[in-house]
């Protein structure tokens, strides 16, 4: 029997829609888009910040869930990007400090077993970094795409992203790797203000400008919120203005990161990760382990996910967000904690005839993570995740070697400053902040938030905090007699810790 005319274009219509003749493929699932900012503190509105413009970040949020807390293990830009990109403490990862310049540290080579750009890509997905990269080797931290972009400017650098987000021709899921360098310091000084010691720009552009696409947001230094660590002064106040400036030009970029999934009909499709490096940009917050430097904003809208607009009380940390999202795309193998398709760094040095002879683990091979996946607390948010974490702070500059270790459950902090008998080092762009200046050129008593400013840079050997009853580190219970047992108790718990996680400075408990 012959087939009719109309029966035969039915059969050719069905197949060439099944090949995707007819212009429409379906996008990828499970599409990973992780945005990390550059020393911003969760000062948002979805974290109860009534000054911050960021109406896109808490649209997210209100779609998906807020972790309230959320810590950095390290307030310092290489070494806390390289825990985020590996699920290893940079203790133990070997990226102690700086990567750029001079200060040229840089990660083992045998990390790329763990890596999460390769262990993405070994999972199926295409790969793409954009903006801040500021870790090493780049070998280990590969990604298949580097996309070019205005690091200043997010709305830009969305666009600079967008062929890539809904490129069709390539089947796999994308993970697109976003670094924004604001709100971090730098662009000079405010020539606009009337203070004596200026402001700096945090990345705006001078005389008021605007950054191209960006309806840029201007505060008014006397609206601001001047967090407990700082002094409430006319120098903060007109920092932390340029710095609330900073973080709104970030929203509007992930703003128009939404738009771009929406119109290609990836929205529903993609888990979406907004984090910072570590706390804000102030003495007090960045390079320190105090709470404004290690806390950090944790937005995570999972698609695939019932629950919206919810919180999460659960620990957690920059060290699990490899495994997280390894296990989101299917690659987290439960019983070792690392990939179920592990790259083997010796026949990968061979192939690449490099690093053959170096020291490329530190003596201890890289199998597993030592953060863990949270994807649990998405599907149940009164869930627990870490009991306590870990905090691991040695260099951020070169010349800054001052090492400090942090133990942190929900009742109980102990800072370790194991350099205590030095004074405390600045980072540049912290020393010649205006916040910072306007307090020390007034003398060792005069007040610096909470301390003062002899007390900052002249720390104890250990600072105990009740974290519940004094969230602002005010009242440090080492040097109270009364806390003895309680003291040791943490002390305890910090030594095994630093010998379940591979800390070299162990050993500082018992030499010199």
């Not at 390769?118 to 801040?132: D, F, H, L, P």
């Not at 804000?280 to 950090?296: C, I, N, P, Q, W």
């Not at 019932?306 to 620990?315: F, H, P, Q």
């Not at 405390?424 to 005069?446: I, N, T």
Request: aromatic residues 12%; glycine residues 6%.
């Amino acid at each position: 029997m012959r087939t009719s005319k109309t029966n035969r274009f039915l059969i050719i219509l069905i197949f060439l829609t099944c090949l995707g003749w007819l212009g429409h493929v379906d996008a990828a699932e499970r599409n990973v888009l992780f945005i990390i900012t550059d020393d911003e503190s969760p000062t948002l509105g979805c974290y109860g910040d009534t000054v911050a413009a960021s109406p896109s970040i808490d649209a997210i949020a209100a779609d998906g869930l807020i972790f309230r807390n959320a810590f950095a293990t390290t307030a310092s830009c290489s070494a806390s990007r390289s825990v985020v990109m590996s699920g290893v403490h940079n203790h133990r990862n070997g990226q102690f400090g700086h990567q750029h310049h001079y200060h040229k540290f840089s990660s083992f080579h045998d990390v790329v077993t763990l890596s999460l750009p390769r262990v993405m890509a070994r999972a199926g997905y295409r790969t793409a970094q954009i903006g801040k990269y500021h870790v090493a080797p780049e070998k280990v931290y590969h990604y298949d795409t580097y996309l070019k972009g205005d690091t200043r400017n997010a709305v830009t650098m969305a666009e600079a992203s967008r062929e890539f987000l809904t490129d069709k021709d390539d089947p796999r899921p994308f993970f697109l790797y976003f670094a924004t360098s604001d709100p971090h310091r730098g662009g000079g000084v405010d020539k606009r203000s009337t203070s004596e010691l200026k402001p700096d720009l945090f990345g705006n552009k001078p005389e008021r400008k605007s950054h191209e696409s960006v309806n840029e947001v201007f505060f008014d230094p006397d609206d601001v919120i001047v967090p407990a660590f700082l002094p409430d002064t006319r120098e903060t106040r007109e920092e932390l203005a340029q710095y609330y400036q900073s973080c709104a030009r970030i929203d509007q970029g992930v703003g128009r990161l939404i738009e771009i999934l929406k119109e290609a009909d990836l929205y529903d499709k993609t888990l979406i990760v907004f984090t910072s490096d570590h706390g804000m940009a102030f003495s007090g917050g960045k390079t320190t382990v105090y709470e404004a430097g290690l806390r950090v904003p944790m937005v995570v809208r999972d698609p695939y996910q019932t629950e919206r607009g919810v919180e999460s009380n659960a620990l957690i940390s920059h060290v699990d967000i490899t495994p997280t999202l390894l296990d989101y795309a299917g690659g987290l193998n439960d019983k070792t904690n690392g990939p179920t398709n592990p790259l083997k760094p010796g026949t990968f040095w061979m192939e690449e005839d490099e690093a053959v002879r170096d020291n490329r683990n530190g003596g201890m091979p890289f199998t597993n993570y030592q953060g863990k996946s949270w994807l649990h607390c998405l599907a149940n948010p009164t869930e627990k995740h870490h009991d306590t974490i870990f905090a691991s702070h040695t260099f951020h500059e070169i010349q800054m070697y001052y090492p400090m270790r942090v133990v942190r459950d929900d009742h109980y902090k102990l800072i370790w400053n194991i350099a205590h008998p030095l004074p405390y080092p600045f980072a540049s762009d912290l020393w010649v902040a205006s916040s910072w200046q306007a307090q020390f050129q007034k003398g060792p008593d005069a007040p610096y938030g909470n301390k003062t400013v002899d007390t900052y840079i002249h720390r104890p050997a250990f600072e105990l905090y009740d974290i519940q009853a004094d969230p602002n580190e005010m009242t440090n219970l080492a040097e109270s007699t009364g806390h003895a047992d309680l003291l040791k108790k943490y002390q305890d718990k910090m030594k095994a810790m630093q010998k379940d996680l591979q800390d070299p400075w162990l050993i500082k408990w018992t030499y010199e």
